[in-house]
């Protein structure tokens, strides 16, 4: 199958390791993934904080970009969401049906990771080694929005040498919500405080996520505890392999 990456705005410009996995996870599973390079932001951050007329460009940029892809792939749920949930919603808000109709259709063949890799290509064991003490934390936008369910953690429990570990309150939030941290400060550090006190409990050497939105902020407070625990993007998990092995 031909894939196309949307690697989005944060794996872009900070956390590329993610985008790289993404693309070796997926070669290594026999499937071709191209990158166009005219893609941009999702709109994402424009809609959650109410500047959705700013949002429309992107929309209409995102659906031309990947209108002929076959599947396209996102190493974030929360950018997954958007594209799905919010990008038809624009194009209708501001009277533009014909961009909402062809908002959907490329919507409709965009796949946050774990639902690419079970529900369309149709594999739970992806052949990765890793072995580590792992915990995984369910964000909100894959949880709630998405319902990507277990998929994850049936990926997950087929790394071969893992320790995987349930994390208590799992579904709780982290606190970063985008913008929530920012204008929140107090009430997201609170929630942070209460989800790092979740993942040391588990004793994990790492901690895993499908947005590196959310790894950024709970690896931040791990760093400055000096706790001695980091987070690792779920695709870079999935695309370990052993030593020698492509």
């Known amino acids: 199958m031909r894939i196309a990456l949307f690697v989005t705005c944060l794996a872009d410009t900070l956390f590329p390791d993610a985008g790289r996995a993404t693309v070796r996870l997926l070669e290594r599973l026999g499937h071709q993934v191209e990158f166009p390079a005219a893609q941009t932001c999702c709109g ?3 809609v959650n904080t109410g500047y959705l007329h700013d949002a429309l460009p992107l929309v209409r940029h995102y659906a031309e970009v990947f209108k002929d892809c076959e ?3 996102v ?3 929360s950018c997954t969401g958007s594209i799905r949930h919010q990008h038809a919603m624009v194009a209708r808000r501001y009277g533009d049906e014909a961009l909402a109709r062809r908002a959907e259709a490329v919507a409709a063949r ?3 990771l774990s639902e690419l890799l079970v529900d369309v290509l149709g594999v739970e064991d992806v052949g990765a080694y890793y072995p580590h003490r792992v915990t995984y934390h369910p964000t909100c936008h894959s949880l709630r929005l998405l319902r990507v369910g277990d998929r994850p ?3 997950l429990r087929n790394v071969a040498g893992i320790d995987l570990v349930e994390l208590p309150d799992a579904d709780t939030c982290c606190g970063f919500g985008g913008t929530f941290a ?3 400060a107090d009430t997201s550090t609170a929630m942070l405080a209460d989800k790092m ?5 588990t004793q994990a050497e790492v901690c895993t996520a499908g947005d590196s939105s959310c790894l950024m902020h709970i690896g931040g407070g791990l760093t400055r505890l000096r706790a001695g625990t980091r987070t690792v993007h779920l695709a870079q998990i999935l695309a370990s392999a052993p030593e020698g092995a492509r």
């Open 197 to 201: 006190r979740s993942v040391l409990d």
């Open 182 to 184: 920012v204008k929140n």
């Open 153 to 155: 953690l049936r990926l």
């Open 110 to 112: 965009t796949y946050e």
């Open 75 to 77: 190493p974030s749920g």
């Open 44 to 46: 994402q951050m424009h």
């Open 71 to 73: 599947a396209i792939v």
